[in-house]
């Protein structure tokens, strides 16, 4: 099977570029030409697109949950992220098969072809027979996946002091609480699962599905656990993804404990290197921007997820400054709870600029590659040839409805085309997204599936969901709130500029 793909503009590396059709064979793509010079040289290729069109490499979400519905959607209400996450056990479990093609039809419908997809199981220990369901049910919709199942053995309720806190609840909620920190899923037990689905799924020819490690997050995690998943991840070649900084009293939890910043300390045990994408990001220092880049870390951005929590705003500007690689993640939390990831190029490219003069410009050029190529680079690691519109690269490629995008209103030569990452970023969203390939073959065509059935997958989610209408009550709610809120109030005085 052959293809040659044209359109109004390729964006090639965040620039778009007139007269550059690309021929795909079989996965990949061997060509990069004008459409006249390639018809010629490959002239039984089919024939696709066309003026109305804008040809971009698809987008890969950097950092999500697979949950596929956003937990609004699910009846968790957005508050601190403390307090939110003592409300996720109340979500209703979908089979993770179901979940991973719902998400990945919905992640697919936006141009995204790559995810990595931190799990949530419904117990830890059924995890080992989770995962596999999920990575099928991606494997069928036809999304690349990055899996990382989560592991923590520490603090699970709250990041310190567990006791006090328990002592502060209510009798009858104190009696709901487990007597144990950790979970019900050993580091052993884990790492042999791991093992296992690394020998059967981890594919580093097709890159269909990569097995990686996730310490779930530096304050749920002890050093022995960081650096065991450290080493299992590096002796395989393979990434760790960790969440990092989400809020200000994970920020405030490194200083108290190890008197230095959270970054530092995962350097002082050596678990930073290329290896590693942290998630969120929002309270990392300025001091420590240089390391992670000396040191290769990649942060997967999160931004309508880090404003649906309360969280705050990362820092990308600096980042970007000091040579971090920054992707785009959707963390199953956009703006407008549908996965759209235009639009949450969109948000990134608004706040990442900021109201003063004397800083610089992100730009929607660097925008575009934090989505495409950098996104990539993290999700998969340097070696996959996915990301980018180049020959031999994987085609993982996304046609945009350029038409509808630029309005009826629009002269024919506007914009130019130098303006033309900055008009997409600012009016494109999902519904503009038409065909979408993935390893050279096309899953979306005109907006729908070409295998799955789109109304019977959302008829049994209908169904699944139905089954478990009920009581998603906040009862902890309160009382985390109110614990953070009194201990960030406590800390010495040298921590208070450590508080925004
Ligand atoms: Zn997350």
Redesign the pocket.
């Known amino acids: 099977m052959s293809t040659i793909i044209h359109a109004r503009y390729t964006m090639i590396d965040g620039v778009a570029q007139k007269d550059t059709a690309v021929y795909v064979d079989e996965s990949k793509i061997v060509a990069i030409d004008s459409v006249d010079k390639l018809t010629a040289l490959y002239p039984n290729a089919e024939v696709v697109g066309g003026d109305t069109y804008i040809l971009s490499p698809s987008f890969t979400n950097a ?3 697979g949950r596929a519905l956003g937990t609004t959607s699910l009846g968790i209400p957005d508050s601190f992220l403390e307090v939110w996450l003592s409300q996720l056990g109340n979500v209703p479990h979908i089979p993770p098969y179901l979940a991973a093609v719902y998400e990945g039809l919905q992640l697919l419908k936006s141009g995204v072809t790559a995810v990595a997809h ?1 799990h949530n199981p419904k117990t830890w220990q059924g995890m080992p027979d989770e995962i596999p369901e999920s990575i099928r049910g991606y494997q069928d919709v036809g999304v690349r996946v990055a899996m990382h199942p989560p592991i923590i053995d520490q603090n699970t309720l709250i990041y310190i002091k567990r006791d006090q806190f328990i002592a502060s609840l209510p009798s009858e909620i104190q009696k709901t609480i487990p007597i144990t920190d950790g979970i019900d899923l050993t580091t052993d037990d884990y790492f042999d699962m791991l093992n296992a689905l690394y020998e059967t799924y981890h594919d580093t020819e097709q890159h269909r599905v990569h097995i990686q490690v996730s310490p779930a997050g530096g304050q749920w995690c002890s050093d022995n656990l960081i650096m065991r998943a450290v080493e299992w991840a590096k002796s395989r070649q393979t990434c760790v993804q960790m ?1 990092m900084l989400e809020t200000q009293y994970q920020r405030l939890y490194a200083h108290e404990k190890w008197g230095t910043s959270f970054i530092r300390h995962l350097d002082n045990i050596g678990a930073l290197g290329d290896w590693l994408t942290l ?2 990001m929002v309270w990392v220092e300025d001091d420590d921007l240089d390391l992670l880049a000396e040191r290769g870390v990649h942060v997967a951005h ?1 931004i309508s ?1 880090n404003l649906r929590l309360r969280s705050g705003i990362a820092p990308i500007a600096q980042m970007l400054a000091s040579s971090v690689n920054v992707g785009i ?1 959707l ?3 956009t703006l407008s709870d549908n996965q759209d990831y235009l639009h949450e190029m969109r948000l990134a490219w608004t706040m990442a600029n900021q109201h003063s003069m004397d800083s610089g410009d992100v730009s929607a050029s660097t925008i575009w590659q934090m989505g495409t190529h950098n996104a990539t680079k993290m999700t998969f690691g340097h070696n996959a040839p996915l990301g980018k519109i180049q020959i031999g690269m994987l085609a993982d490629l996304v046609l945009l409805d350029w038409q509808a995008i630029k309005g009826a209103w629009s002269p024919d030569d506007f914009p130019p085309s130098e303006f033309i990452p900055d008009f997409l970023l600012r009016r494109a969203n999902h519904h503009h997204v038409r065909d979408v390939m993935v390893h050279g073959e096309w899953m979306i065509k005109a907006g729908k599936h070409q295998h799955i059935d789109e109304d019977a997958i959302a008829s049994e989610l209908k169904e699944t969901l139905t089954q478990q209408v009920g009581d998603t009550s906040a009862s902890l709610a309160p009382y985390i709130r109110k614990f953070y809120k009194d201990w960030s109030q406590s800390l010495p005085d040298n921590l208070s500029d450590l508080k925004r």
């Open positions: 950092h999500d949950h931190s969440h998630a969120h999160n997820s993640g963390d199953g939390h």
